[in-house]
């Protein structure tokens, strides 16, 4: 193995430089006898990545390494994997040791020689020329992603590589039909489209095409691809933290031409897997939703959105009202990196998207129908969101929500708490893909906003927390009187999962919102003198925010 090492070393080391700028889809310019990247691929740190001789380095990060550790920590991957990595690159193969790989089932084989073959298709037969010339695609984005271009002539291809007939129709790649009264095999993907192949991990796992007359639109059917797919280029979602999704082939690469690389795409009508992909896959990153500015559009974001609250989730807001990235891309005059960049710093929460939808109504009940049922979906009440977020954020919706002419009363009638609390909790529910995604503190703070509204929490200088709710004060804690209370207002008992954390979530929200009362310890009447005797123990003077043990009286 550590021939290996040497070898891919050799190979690579020279031309360092363009090796990691492509890896990383980040441009490269000489700063004397230095090379430099225009941001660091890991801290995103500007002019400060310097590639000289077989090493590298960040001055801002401090990471630095040779090509394997570049690899390695890049590809979020191990020596094996940037040894791998590093081959495939060189154009080497690997001295086997140890036990041998298991090789590729037949289908992923074929699927892998079809890729090629309709990529060096696209390099000689026009292909070329349509997809640079008319759709704008930088040549090494086409052969990065081995976007191919089909002639018609795959099946006569697979069986020249002594494929047999059955096993290149079990891939999809062919189909069956017809002629003159017997079954004949022809190409899935007919003379003249875009095919692009759907690489994860060493594989093919789906084919989808583009019609460059526009007549024709389909992809691979579900039981023909590999039951790991989900998106176009998925593995981007293990390898950055942030991840722009898009809709088409044709917008991620525009993206990709521009030295973007962490883009994946959905390929029309976005799925219920996709969606439970993205819940699973995206937790602790940052996903920005770049559809196109269309109806459909719309539907997806509401749709990801709804099912991803609690994930950190923005839309881009760009162009005009027929734009898609790849139209508007091609159409941008200037440098097109900074501007990607730019919409991610002004992309807006799902919210904030919706009210700006509101703007596209021309009265005040459109707008408000708008609001409380977008895209005729009631259960994605926009007030209902904005209500459930802590009081500070509420005021800049409330801003944005004026300008659209509502007075602040009205909105604040809108984000009254004043519904029954077992349908806000309903409707929180409903709302979650899986029920083992119940997040009690959530629950706690929608129980704290409904009460909050309705009454007012303090707590005392033993740091009790009380609730005044109706004309009855209640400790919040596990006992029978605020046990009932949950029960009659919210349907819940400690015992039952996830009571107690409920309980104790209610608690600690109250703590950090309310307000420290410290309580008279006496009050005393005199009927006879008409007098009342009281002691002056209030918070704010002497010794632990009360004054001492003095009394007044009042007569």
Request: hydrophobic content about 35%.
């Amino acid at each position: 193995m550590a021939d290996d090492f040497s070898r891919i070393k050799d190979i690579l080391n020279p031309r360092l430089a363009e090796i990691i700028s492509s890896e990383a889809g980040r441009s490269v310019r000489n700063v004397g006898a230095q090379r430099m990247l225009d941001e660091c691929p890991f801290c995103g740190g500007h002019d400060c990545f310097n590639i000289q001789g077989s090493g590298w380095k960040c001055f801002q990060c401090e990471k630095k390494g040779d090509l394997f550790t570049f690899l390695e920590e890049f590809g979020k991957t191990d020596k094996k994997g940037a040894l791998e990595r590093g081959a495939k690159l060189a154009g080497i193969t690997l001295e086997q040791r140890g036990r041998a790989k298991k090789p590729l089932a037949t289908a992923d084989q074929i699927r892998l020689d079809a890729a090629a073959y309709y990529h060096g298709a696209m390099l000689e037969n026009g292909g070329k020329a349509y997809l640079m010339d008319t759709r704008c695609h930088a040549l090494k984005t086409l052969e990065q992603e081995q976007v191919g271009f089909s002639d018609g002539r795959l099946l006569d291809h697979l069986r020249s590589k002594g494929f047999p007939d059955m096993e290149i129709l079990e891939s999809g790649l062919v189909k069956e039909s017809e002629l003159d009264g017997r079954k004949v095999l022809r190409d899935f993907f007919g003379k003249g489209f875009v095919v692009f192949p759907h690489l994860s991990q060493g594989k093919v796992l789906h084919f989808t095409m583009k019609d460059p007359n526009k007549k024709y639109a389909y992809q691979l059917p579900n039981e023909k691809r590999d039951k790991k797919w989900l998106f176009y280029c998925q593995d981007v979602l293990d390898r950055y933290d942030e991840v722009i999704l898009v809709e088409g082939e044709n917008d991620r690469l525009q993206l990709l031409n521009a030295g973007i690389p962490y883009v994946i795409a959905m390929i029309g009508q976005i799925s219920d897997d996709q969606v439970k992909g993205l819940f699973t896959r995206c937790k602790g990153k940052h996903l920005y939703l770049w559809t196109d500015n269309d109806g459909a559009g719309r539907t997806y974001i509401r749709k990801i959105c709804r099912a991803l609250k609690d994930a950190t989730v923005k839309v881009v807001v760009y162009g005009k009202a027929e734009d898609d990235p790849d139209s508007y891309l091609k159409g941008f005059e200037g440098d097109r990196k900074r501007e990607i960049r730019r919409l991610q710093l002004e992309a807006v929460d799902y919210a904030t998207w919706e009210i700006n939808q509101a703007f596209d109504f021309t009265s005040l009940d459109l707008r408000l129908g708008h609001l409380k049922a977008p895209g005729g979906d009631a259960k994605a009440n926009v007030f209902r969101i904005i209500g459930q977020k802590a009081l500070i954020e509420q005021q800049t919706y409330i801003e944005k929500l004026e300008k659209l002419g509502f007075s602040r009363k009205a909105i604040e009638q809108q984000l009254d708490f004043s519904q029954d609390l077992i349908k806000q909790i309903a409707e929180y529910k409903e709302m979650l893909t899986n029920p083992r995604d119940l997040d009690p503190i959530l629950l706690g703070e929608i129980i704290f906003k409904f009460f909050a509204h309705h009454g007012r929490f303090y707590y005392d200088r033993e740091d009790t927390v009380y609730l005044i709710y109706q004309n009855h004060t209640y400790v919040v804690d596990n006992n029978t009187a605020f046990n009932a209370l949950m029960l009659k207002m919210a349907r819940m008992i400690p015992e039952a999962s996830p009571g107690t954390q409920v309980w104790s979530a209610i608690k600690h929200t109250a703590y950090l919102n309310g307000r420290r009362i410290d309580m008279g310890r006496w009050i005393l009447t005199d009927t006879d003198k008409d007098t009342i005797f009281y002691n002056l123990n209030s918070p704010g003077i002497g010794r632990g925010g009360s004054v001492g043990l003095g009394y007044g009286c009042y007569r």
